[in-house]
T-cell receptor, first 109, second 117 residues
């Protein structure tokens, strides 16, 4: 499993765009980049997954450069309810989910 | 769709007793279920993987005789913490995967907070 590095915490204000970068220098050819969101005292929730370039859904966008050694989760116009821990995982379709420390995002009014 | 429930949502027990936690996939069949543990301010730690009808596979360092996992049907897995002690107090979370989905996309339950006195 590729090791990932992401900031421990980030602060933002409501209405701003938040970009959380994840480094994964040892990503393998078969690996996908997956992001989960976890609110306090709840189970994680799948947000988005991508392999290369850009993926967008109703929640977020995921930007992956050509070398795939990093990725950026972009949350447009965050609100207070986006305060959570965001986990970046890099794995192939048969790997177990191994969670790192994640990024604790705090959104202020 | 793809809802996973856990019961109970919280439990307090005395040291030495056993506690059973249920994990159910409500609207899909879960070929594989996973159990995680999370201590305060820490990340999730995978404890074991269970496939319906077969023995669970435990991660290194997890005592299989202490954390009994049963996956009797495609919609139910149970975790029994036997002879619980205060150090077992934690947030236990299950997740489920369907046969048509990759391991990357799992559906998590809301978690069960266990407090051992």
């Amino acid at each position: 499993l590729a090791k990932t590095t992401q900031p421990i915490s980030m602060d933002s204000y409501e209405g701003q765009e938040v970009n959380i970068t994840c480094s994964h220098n040892n990503i393998a050819t078969n690996d996908y980049i997956t992001w989960y969101q976890q609110f306090p005292s709840q189970g994680p929730r799948f947000i988005i997954q991508g392999y290369k370039t850009k993926v967008t859904n109703e929640v977020a966008s995921l930007f992956i450069p050509a070398d795939r050694k990093s990725s950026t989760l972009s949350l447009p116009r965050v609100s207070l309810s986006d305060t959570a821990v965001y986990y970046c995982l890099v794995l192939n379709n048969t790997d177990k989910l191994i969670f790192g420390t994640g990024t604790r995002l705090q959104v202020f009014p | 769709g793809a809802v996973v429930s856990q019961h109970p949502s919280w439990v307090i027990c005395k040291s030495g007793t056993s506690v059973k936690i249920e994990c159910r996939s409500l609207d899909f069949q879960a070929t594989t279920m996973f159990w995680y543990r999370q201590f305060p301010k820490q990340s999730l730690m995978l404890m074991a993987t269970s496939n319906e009808g077969s023995k669970a596979t435990y991660e290194q360092g997890v005592e299989k005789d202490k954390f009994l996992i049963n996956h009797a049907s495609l919609t139910l897995s149970t975790l029994t913490v036997t002879s619980a002690h205060p150090e077992d107090s934690s947030f236990y979370i299950c997740s489920a995967k369907t046969s048509g989905r990759s391991y990357n996309e799992q559906f998590f339950g809301p978690g069960t907070r266990l407090t051992v006195l």
